[in-house]
């Protein structure tokens, strides 16, 4: 049978575009439909704008340290549509290298919706049929919002980016690492930060020292956080919520003024389990993320779909449907724009160039860009300690030019050591540039370092990662 690709992708992500462009390089016609902005999440409404964003945040601190090593600098006011207008042309730019990229490997790009007739037949937005020997689904995932009354008076994280001004105060609600970077990331803007979490501390998942010391981190530089702590009904705010609640409600003309990104005129009025009822400018829903699998024509196609509507696959990232493979977040695995790439090569190596390549998925690097910083690599101390008796090493501290600066700011160094091969089995770094650290201390733990390799290296002083290496006696056994 003839087809028009022998590969077409659904999707204009990090993944699916390198896997475009791979497999473009083996000689395969490809082609790729994208629905929005080539880049996808990461690019244009996660990873890039989001950790500039935490770079703007992070100057209300550093006028203040600045003064206390001697320099004479007065801070003015946070310029958002200044800096947003910088950010959209640095987006620009970025999408204009993916597509200029695609372009110079050949890869035929639809600016349209793809979904699936059948397992060789992609369906286009435009109305154009198209048939390829192989498809990729590299779709992403999407913000779920909760089914409350008055949740679409919210907004998600990819509305924070649109926003044409900055509100007065706004109410996050999640405690994962998406509503805790916006948390510290608003909080440092100069937004008055609310942020609920239903459990019992935030950062689920993640290592239970390293998180419960963000979180005394966040409360510090002024997040009000609120554990045990959800959302009973929210509506739009009248003159009568108002009345003893004006404190965080921007005022013009002694009206209470126009809220961005179509909040009512008055704010919005929160009810929650705590007892509480609050006025915020904004309420910002970062309540978990689903797989973009609806409309698409998947299970017409034959694939099969999980739980949460995610792609099920194999090792190869291939589906039930021969014909049909998924990368990324629409297969729910591991949420990470590197991992998603990874696979994208991967699925090249065993597709197109005859090498079965599965993804390791194991021991994955990764940063939490919370204020202070979580970087984090391997087995957390309780997960650890469930599977084999180990030992902590683990020492807290305040670094040297926060303590010169008069902060409080304590930093975390933490190894997670097998006591029976000695082998460090996780790394968990709570500081500033912790996701630095940790793509290093990876490379370590990735070839099986053991407790005994750290102690041999010599330390880099003074540095705050010295302490990985100079840690000798454990904390504690598990």
Same mark, same amino acid.
């Given at each position: 049978?003839?087809?028009?690709?022998?590969?077409?992708?659904?999707?204009?992500?990090?993944?699916?575009?390198?896997?475009?462009?791979?497999?473009?390089?083996?000689?395969?016609?490809?082609?790729?439909?994208?629905?929005?902005?080539?880049?996808?999440?990461?690019?244009?409404?996660?990873?890039?704008?989001?950790?500039?964003?935490?770079?703007?945040?992070?100057?209300?601190?550093?006028?203040?340290?600045?003064?206390?090593?001697?320099?004479?600098?007065?801070?003015?006011?946070?310029?958002?549509?200044?800096?947003?207008?910088?950010?959209?042309?640095?987006?620009?730019?970025?999408?204009?290298?993916?597509?200029?990229?695609?372009?110079?490997?050949?890869?035929?790009?639809?600016?349209?919706?793809?979904?699936?007739?059948?397992?060789?037949?992609?369906?286009?937005?435009?109305?154009?049929?198209?048939?390829? $020997?192989?498809?990729?689904?590299?779709?992403?995932?999407?913000?779920?919002?909760?089914?409350?009354?008055?949740?679409?008076?919210?907004?998600?994280?990819?509305?924070?980016?649109?926003?044409?001004?900055?509100?007065?105060?706004?109410?996050?609600?999640?405690?994962?690492?998406?509503?805790?970077?916006?948390?510290?990331?608003?909080?440092?803007?100069?937004?008055?930060?609310?942020?609920?979490?239903?459990?019992?501390?935030?950062?689920?998942?993640?290592?239970?020292?390293?998180?419960?010391?963000?979180?005394?981190?966040?409360?510090?530089?002024?997040?009000?956080?609120?554990?045990?702590?959800?959302?009973?009904?929210?509506?739009?705010?009248?003159?009568?919520?108002?009345?003893?609640? =004006?404190?965080?409600?921007?005022?013009?003309?002694?009206?209470?003024?126009?809220?961005?990104?179509?909040?009512?005129?008055?704010?919005?009025?929160? $009810?929650?389990?705590?007892?509480?009822?609050?006025?915020?400018?904004?309420?910002? =829903?970062?309540?978990?993320?689903?797989?973009?699998?609806?409309?698409?024509?998947?299970?017409?196609?034959?694939?099969?779909?999980?739980?949460?509507?995610?792609?099920?696959?194999?090792? =190869?990232?291939?589906?039930?449907?021969?014909?049909?493979?998924?990368?990324?977040?629409?297969?729910?695995?591991?949420?990470?724009?590197?991992?998603?790439?990874?696979?994208?090569?991967?699925?090249?190596?065993?597709?197109?160039?005859?090498?079965?390549?599965?993804?390791?998925?194991?021991?994955?690097?990764?940063?939490?860009?919370?204020?202070?910083?979580?970087?984090?690599?391997?087995?957390?101390?309780?997960?650890?300690?469930?599977?084999?008796?180990?030992?902590?090493?683990?020492?807290?501290? $305040?670094?040297?030019?926060?303590? =010169?600066?008069?902060?409080?700011?304590?930093?975390?160094?933490?190894?997670?050591?097998?006591?029976?091969?000695?082998?460090?089995?996780?790394?968990?770094?709570?500081?500033?540039?912790?996701?630095?650290?940790?793509?290093?201390?990876?490379?370590?733990?990735?070839?099986?370092?053991?407790?005994?390799?750290?102690?041999?290296?010599?330390a880099v002083h003074p540095t705050m990662a010295e302490e990985l290496v100079t840690m000798k006696e454990p904390m504690r056994s598990a």
């Amino acid at each position: 049978m003839t087809f028009d690709y022998d590969l077409f992708v659904i999707g204009g992500g990090s993944g699916g575009v390198r896997a475009a462009r791979v497999a473009a390089a083996t000689g395969a016609k490809v082609g790729l439909a994208e629905e929005y902005r080539m880049g996808g999440t990461c690019v244009i409404r996660g990873c890039v704008p989001k950790k500039l964003m935490v770079f703007a945040s992070g100057f209300s601190e550093m006028f203040d340290d600045a003064r206390a090593y001697g320099w004479d600098v007065k801070e003015g006011p946070f310029d958002w549509p200044r800096f947003s207008t910088t950010l959209n042309s640095e987006l620009d730019r970025l999408e204009g290298v993916y597509r200029k990229m695609l372009n110079g490997s050949k890869v035929d790009v639809f600016d349209a919706r793809g979904s699936l007739k059948d397992p060789h037949t992609i369906s286009l937005s435009t109305g154009q049929e198209i048939s390829a $020997k192989h498809i990729l689904v590299a779709t992403g995932g999407r913000p779920v919002v909760p089914e409350m009354q008055g949740a679409e008076l919210g907004i998600t994280s990819n509305d924070i980016f649109k926003l044409p001004e900055m509100p007065k105060s706004i109410l996050i609600v999640g405690g994962g690492y998406i509503a805790s970077e916006f948390a510290g990331i608003l909080n440092g803007l100069g937004v008055e930060v609310t942020q609920f979490y239903r459990g019992a501390q935030i950062l689920r998942g993640f290592d239970g020292e390293a998180r419960g010391l963000v979180a005394e981190g966040m409360r510090a530089k002024g997040v009000d956080l609120h554990l045990g702590t959800n959302i009973v009904e929210m509506w739009a705010a009248t003159q009568d919520d108002l009345d003893g609640h =004006f404190e965080g409600v921007p005022m013009v003309s002694g009206q209470p003024a126009q809220f961005p990104h179509g909040a009512p005129a008055h704010g919005i009025c929160v $009810k929650a389990t705590n007892g509480t009822e609050k006025v915020y400018d904004q309420v910002m =829903f970062a309540t978990g993320r689903s797989p973009n699998t609806d409309g698409m024509g998947l299970e017409d196609a034959g694939v099969a779909l999980g739980r949460r509507g995610e792609v099920v696959v194999d090792e =190869f990232s291939q589906t039930n449907v021969p014909s049909i493979y998924a990368i990324g977040d629409v297969t729910n695995r591991v949420q990470l724009t590197p991992v998603a790439i990874r696979e994208g090569m991967a699925f090249v190596e065993t597709v197109f160039k005859g090498n079965p390549t599965a993804v390791d998925h194991a021991l994955i690097p990764s940063a939490v860009f919370t204020q202070p910083e979580l970087g984090t690599v391997g087995l957390t101390e309780e997960k650890a300690r469930e599977i084999e008796p180990v030992e902590i090493y683990c020492t807290s501290f $305040k670094p040297m030019n926060h303590a =010169f600066a008069g902060r409080e700011d304590r930093a975390l160094m933490k190894l997670v050591v097998s006591k029976a091969t000695r082998i460090v089995l996780g790394c968990h770094i709570v500081a500033d540039h912790a996701g630095e650290m940790i793509q290093l201390v990876g490379i370590a733990i990735k070839m099986g370092a053991t407790k005994e390799d750290f102690d041999r290296t010599v330390a880099v002083h003074p540095t705050m990662a010295e302490e990985l290496v100079t840690m000798k006696e454990p904390m504690r056994s598990a």
